[in-house]
């Protein structure tokens, strides 16, 4: 990782140093393995010539522009994709404002105004089904057209499919995470999948039943589905600890509780208020159970960390990303 990473807004020229570069062109919700394979040819690209890496983003995600009536399940807010691409080895996380404005304009005005005048790229990659402009005028013919005549190389990258042959997709994971299936999320992902927040205060309550929780509000829009998960907790200074999270409504404590994850960390204790911390998910356990009392409910808790222990005893890095993430 560089320490060197910039995320900067794509309004206006970039700085010197960071022009001339190669440039992948997306969303990236999610940077999983179709992206990774996109970002790849990028760093690739980059790499040969000797310049910056770049990623161009848009934010927000279009589709909550042209369809805000529509929740979305955003996989990887801007923090999140930052710390990602820089894993990974890019110089800068370049961020297009996305609004009804831009939206509007041309596949041509896009070129001249973003990636010639404020981007100054040499070369561009991106997935085989990448449009924009107004009315997605521009494709993927439009761009090569586009890089003949402003100078700069363009690298268009094939749809990345999984073992089984299907097209590795955001919705996909989105999917699997909605059923708890976070193992598989992780294989379309590439990396555990990861949320980050700050640890807000609760009703005080675990540390009475010896089970303190460091309590973290996910979007409203994350429907990851409600229940007990192994997972490992980062903290802001980089240390990680297993743990056992439940992301629910507490139902045996709480009348009507908003959903919050709860992590209750293994071997720690200290302060964790106010810290902006990562919480990576291994395994789903169980969903959440109304119990009668909190006896019955301290005692599953208990069965809950054996379990997520044994399991996250048993865990592998999936890649250099997911070292990098969760190990
Ligand atoms: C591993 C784990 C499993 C949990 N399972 C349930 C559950 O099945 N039902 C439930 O009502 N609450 C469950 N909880 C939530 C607890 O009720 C909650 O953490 C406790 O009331 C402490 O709340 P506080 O953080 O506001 O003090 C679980 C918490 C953890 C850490
Ligand atoms: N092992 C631990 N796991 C989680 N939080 C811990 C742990 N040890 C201490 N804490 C601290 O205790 C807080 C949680 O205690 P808890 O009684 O559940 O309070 P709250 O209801 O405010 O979450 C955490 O936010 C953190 O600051």
């Known amino acids: 990782m ?27 919700d999610g ?14 690209e980059a790499m040969r010539r000797g310049v910056p890496a ?14 805000p009536d529509m929740p979305l399940f955003v996989l990887t807010p801007p923090p999140m994709k930052a710390r990602l691409l820089s894993h990974l080895g890019f110089a800068a996380l370049v961020e297009q404002p996305f609004t009804r404005a831009f939206a509007s304009l041309s596949a041509e005005a896009f070129v001249t105004d973003v990636l010639e005048t404020n981007l100054g790229i040499t070369h561009a990659v991106t997935g085989f089904d990448f449009h924009f402009g107004k009315d997605r005028q521009g494709g993927p013919a439009f761009l090569m057209a586009a890089g003949e005549r402003h100078g700069f190389g363009v690298t268009l990258v094939d749809a990345f499919r ?28 590439g990396y555990r999948f990861t949320v980050e927040s700050e640890v807000i205060g609760g009703q005080q309550l675990g540390r009475t039943l010896g089970f303190p929780t460091a309590n ?36 045996t404590v709480d009348d009507n509780g908003a959903p919050l994850l709860e992590t ?64």
């Open 31 to 44: 940077v999983h393995r179709g992206h990774q394979a996109v970002l790849e040819r990028a760093l690739g």
């Open 216 to 251: 973290m509000r996910l979007s409203p829009e994350a429907t990851l589905k409600e229940g007990i998960y192994a997972v490992r907790f980062r903290r802001a200074d980089g240390t990680l600890h297993d743990g056992v999270a439940s992301f629910g409504r507490r139902p």
């Open 162 to 189: 999984d073992e089984g042959a299907e097209v590795v997709s955001s919705s996909r994971i989105r999917a699997l995470l909605c059923e708890g299936e976070v193992a598989e999320a992780a294989g379309l992902l």
């Open 2 to 28: 560089s320490a060197a990473f910039e995320h900067i807004s794509a309004t206006v020229p970039l700085p010197t140093h960071l022009r001339g570069g190669v440039v992948a062109i997306g969303n990236f």
């Open 54 to 67: 770049l990623v161009l983003t848009f934010e927000p995600h279009p589709r909550k522009v042209f369809r």
């Open 264 to 327: 209750f960390v293994f071997d720690f204790s200290g302060d964790l208020y106010g810290e902006i911390c990562e919480v990576s998910f291994f395994g789903f356990l169980r969903p959440e159970v109304k119990f009668d009392g909190l006896d019955a409910l301290v005692a599953q808790i208990k069965r809950d960390e054996t379990e997520a222990r044994a399991l996250l005893a048993g865990v592998r890095p999936l890649s250099q990303l997911d070292s990098a993430i969760a190990f």
